[in-house]
C-alpha cells in the first residue's frame, strides 16, 4: 500500500481532472503521472492522464495541442520508475529521476521526424529511436 498523496499533489490532481488549471507545464505532467502510477495499473493511468489533458486543452481552445504518443510515453516511462520503488514521496521521486523533467527525453527514444508526424499526434506510435 502506497502513502497518500501529500495536499499539493491532491490540489493538483482535483484541478488537473476538473479542467480547472491555468497552466500544465511539463513538471506537473510529471506529477500528475507519478500520482496515477502510483495507484493506478498502466493502461487506467493512461486513460486518465489523456482524459484529463485533453479536457485542459480543450478548456483552453486548443484541443490540437494534444499528442497521443508523448502522452503514453511519458506515462509509461513514470509508471515504469514508480513501479520500481513504489513507495517514493513526490519529492524523492523527482530527485531520483531528474532525466523525466527534461521535455526532450523523449528523443532517447523518438526520431523528431516521428513525434512531429501527424500519426504520432493522433494515435500512439512505438519508439523508432536506437538508444
Known amino acids: 500500500m502506497t502513502a ?3 495536499e499539493e499533489t491532491s490540489t ?8 480547472t488549471l ?7 505532467h510529471v506529477r500528475v503521472a ?3 502510477a502510483r495507484a493506478l495499473p498502466l493502461m487506467d493511468a493512461i486513460a486518465k492522464t489523456k482524459a484529463g489533458i485533453m479536457r485542459l ?6 484541443p490540437e495541442k494534444y499528442h497521443e504518443t508523448i502522452t503514453w510515453a511519458f506515462v509509461v ?14 519529492g524523492d521521486f523527482a530527485r531520483a529521476h531528474p532525466e523525466l523533467f527534461d521535455a526532450g527525453a523523449l528523443r532517447r527514444y523518438y526520431s523528431p521526424e516521428t513525434l ?3 500519426l504520432a ?6 519508439p523508432d529511436a536506437r538508444r
Open 4 to 6: 497518500p498523496l501529500d
Open 12 to 19: 493538483l490532481l482535483r484541478a488537473f481532472e476538473d479542467g
Open 22 to 28: 491555468d497552466a500544465f507545464p511539463h513538471a506537473a
Open 34 to 36: 507519478w500520482a496515477y
Open 57 to 62: 486543452a480543450t478548456a483552453k481552445g486548443a
Open 77 to 90: 516511462l513514470v509508471h515504469e520508475k514508480v513501479a520500481a520503488d513504489p513507495e517514493l514521496a513526490w
Open 116 to 118: 512531429a508526424s501527424p
Open 121 to 126: 499526434r493522433r494515435a500512439f506510435v512505438l
